[in-house]
């Protein structure tokens, strides 16, 4: 006899899913661990048998965010002749990942401004999951296509400048498959970059 395909989520992802709504409508700070299991439909006792605080439930959701995220946008075999199109493709993927996914993208806009998880946290996050990005600036770098900038500082730069980007097209979704506008948000990246 086959299992059911429509298995209930477990209460660890109930309590995931009801956190990124109560962050993303009432803020992170504003957001009480009780509210939170109340959404979820467990006990406050089921949440921290999960996650032993809020911040760690927030940490958790950014990781899992962040992870989903670096699969959908992955690299591919770095050429130099075509360096500013792939960068390109992995741009517009990135946007359709922001698009498609408004509310994830509008937690992580959140946890950036959120205090108690360290700026090196968010940092070893980033890097963990997205160190393609690093090696794609250092390849660049090598070939002299991109400028000899401090990767730390272009990878911050790239970053505030997707979160940007894609929060403008969230918030104005008439222009979001607009050619001209998505373009113009690519070469101001990509101009930023460049030698």
């Not at 477990?10 to 009480?32: C, E, H, M, P």
Request: aromatic residues 12%.
């Amino acid at each position: 006899m086959s299992a059911p395909t429509n298995q209930p989520k477990n209460k660890r992802q109930q309590l995931l899913d009801a956190a990124l709504a109560l962050f993303v409508n009432q803020g992170i700070y504003a957001t009480s661990t009780a509210s939170i299991a109340k959404t979820a439909g467990v006990a406050t006792g089921t949440l921290f048998h999960h996650f032993p605080s809020k911040d760690a439930l927030v940490l958790e959701l950014y990781k899992n965010i962040k992870q989903e995220f670096a699969l959908q946008i992955a690299p591919f075999k770095l050429d130099a002749s075509q360096l500013e199109q792939q960068a390109k493709v992995i741009w517009q993927q990135a946007i359709e990942w922001a698009l498609a996914n408004a509310e994830q993208q509008q937690f992580c806009l959140l946890v950036m401004q959120y205090q108690p998880l360290s700026a090196e946290t968010k940092a070893q996050i980033f890097a963990d999951e997205f160190g393609f990005l690093k090696d794609i600036m250092l390849f660049g770098q090598q070939q002299q296509l991109i400028a000899d900038y401090p990767i730390e500082l272009m990878l911050e730069s790239a970053h505030g400048q997707f979160l940007t980007s894609s929060q403008f097209f969230i918030n104005n979704s008439d222009l979001a498959q607009d050619n001209k506008y998505r373009e113009a948000a690519f070469n101001l990246f990509w101009q930023s970059l460049i030698r």
